[in-house]
């Protein structure tokens, strides 16, 4: 069937979060379905659609940039377009809306987080009649589930059971940008999990803002815990979620750690700061003591769990004990990893006008050493692993060494491994095969591929 978007190409940019990696995911589902071809380089796209993020001001100034220096990138050979189209939507589409095309003139289209199904229309529409075309809504009218999806991969699907977030933590653009929260009917969620497993998805990751508060606005309290029941149920092999805060992880949920076969040893439980002054500052709503209360018992429920977080340095007004108490919850939790951030100022949040007086090199100073704990620690929890079969859900060849694949444990390790001899790492993507660790290095694992334990 002919429609406007057949014989075009298209090629999709995505900064952020995962939840915008499943946005682009949706994205593409669209225009494939529509007839248009996915490309890997902008040179050869008629159409480009930036996914964009805004909760750091280093992603917000990089796609600035990357959109302004495609003006100068010229349409393919044999496009049957006049102009490449170039689209920007997700979170910075949301915030900017018209200042967008102020600023970027040769832009055509701009949508929001809560429209990405109105991409198509907004594309034809800048073909036919030209200028640009601007369409940024308050709210979601639909779940944007209900549109189809292009998995980057056939054995691993994410799966949104949550848009927004009510939780404005004093630092987040997030709430401003993606809404007040809004839960998926659970039977729904069942659902398209059956659909994934039966289709040979052996690893599902739920995705929202806060997963833990799942259902409140449905069913008048959080059912997490029954989302992952339900998901167990189904059979898949591997069952993951994010993102988790901490104030509303249930013990309902921490107890699952135990029961429940799919659900994988490993957890992300943002900290974001070890101090209950800043920790107040930022509205996090949980103290250092029950947050470390939260690491005791998910370690009861789950030996060896692997945990990882995010922390924010230098928030204003954070002093050196602030930052000490910091230093000490992540020397205390030994975290297989940790995202460390050095505060990046959001326009428009409570904490921007905050008084913000530390030196810049104090910061980065403190930043600095919390980088060499985090490295240390990371090392250390690896360590743990020598010696163990893991089972690995092969991704494909490594990108260190294409003689090598690449796949993650249980604990979510990026684990190495030499291709068996008559196989290849593509062909092995997307199964789980048993390997002996024989290193354990800050970031991987490596080993061989056994037959058995
Ligand atoms: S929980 Fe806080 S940090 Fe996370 S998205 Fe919501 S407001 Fe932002």
């Excluded at 249930?250 to 943002?270: C, N, Q, W, Y």
């Excluded at 593509?426 to 970031?443: F, H, K, N, Q, Y």
Aim: glycine letters at 8%.
């Amino acid at each position: 069937m002919q429609t406007p978007f057949t014989n075009l190409t298209f090629c999709i940019r995505t900064f952020g979060c995962q939840m915008n990696k499943h946005d682009s995911e949706r994205i593409a589902g669209m225009l494939e379905g529509l007839g248009a071809l996915p490309v890997e380089a902008i040179e050869d796209a008629d159409i480009v659609a930036f996914m964009t993020c805004c909760v750091r001001e280093a992603a917000d100034t990089r796609l600035y940039g990357q959109v302004a220096s495609l003006k100068n990138v010229p349409l393919r050979t044999g496009s049957p377009l006049a102009k490449r189209i170039v689209a920007v939507g997700g979170c910075i589409g949301q915030r900017d809306g018209e200042k967008l095309v102020e600023e970027l003139p040769h832009l055509d289209v701009v949508f929001g987080t809560h429209n990405l199904g109105s991409l198509p229309r907004l594309i034809e529409a800048a073909v036919e009649e030209g200028g640009h075309q601007v369409e940024v809504l308050d709210a979601a009218s639909s779940f944007p589930t209900e549109l189809p999806t292009a998995r980057e991969h056939d054995w691993a699907a994410w799966l949104p059971i949550t848009i927004g977030c009510n939780n404005f933590c004093s630092y987040c653009i997030v709430p401003y940008v993606r809404g007040r929260e809004k839960s998926r009917p659970l039977e729904d969620i069942a659902a398209e999990a059956e659909r994934y497993v039966a289709a040979g998805v052996k690893e599902i990751t739920l995705l929202g803002q806060n997963v833990n508060s799942y259902g409140r606005d449905l069913y008048g309290a959080p059912r997490f815990d029954a989302v992952l029941d339900a998901l167990d149920a189904t059979g898949v092999e591997r069952l993951r979620f994010a993102t988790s805060h901490p104030k509303d992880l249930t013990d309902g949920v921490i107890e699952r750690f135990a029961k429940l076969r799919s659900l994988m040893p490993a957890l992300h439980l943002p900290v974001q700061s070890g101090s209950d002054a800043v920790l107040a500052a930022m509205n996090r709503r949980y103290t250092r003591a029950h947050y470390l209360d939260l690491v005791r018992k998910l370690r009861a429920a789950c030996p060896g769990i692997a945990l990882s977080t995010d922390v924010i340095v230098g928030f204003p007004g954070e002093t050196a004990k602030d930052f000490e108490d910091t230093f000490r919850l992540v020397d205390e939790v030994g975290y297989h990893q940790v995202f460390t951030f050095i505060y990046s100022k959001r326009e428009g949040t409570p904490a921007a006008k905050m008084e913000d007086s530390t030196p810049r090199e104090v910061v980065q100073e403190r930043f600095d050493r919390l980088v060499d704990l985090v490295q240390t620690r990371a090392f250390e929890a690896n360590q743990a692993d020598l010696g163990s079969v893991v089972d690995v859900l092969v991704e494909g060849a490594s990108k260190r060494d294409g003689g090598l694949l690449a796949g993650k444990s249980p604990k979510n390790q990026t684990v190495h491994a030499p291709v068996p001899s008559g196989s290849t790492a593509e062909a092995l993507a997307g199964s789980i095969v048993p390997v002996r660790i024989d290193e354990a290095r800050t970031w991987y694992l490596a080993g061989e591929v056994v037959d058995g334990r």
